[in-house]
């Protein structure tokens, strides 16, 4: 029963990881798209 849990917070932890990966990206990208602009 121990290893029910850990499914969901293994999502949680991957879609928090993709969240921030994104957020990143999107400022970084932002970051320089805009000077250049």
Known sequence: MSSIPIV???LTAI???MTMAVT???TTTTAFAVPRA
């Open 8 to 10: 969901p917070v293994s």
């Open 24 to 26: 990143r990206t999107t």
């Open 15 to 17: 879609a928090v990881f």
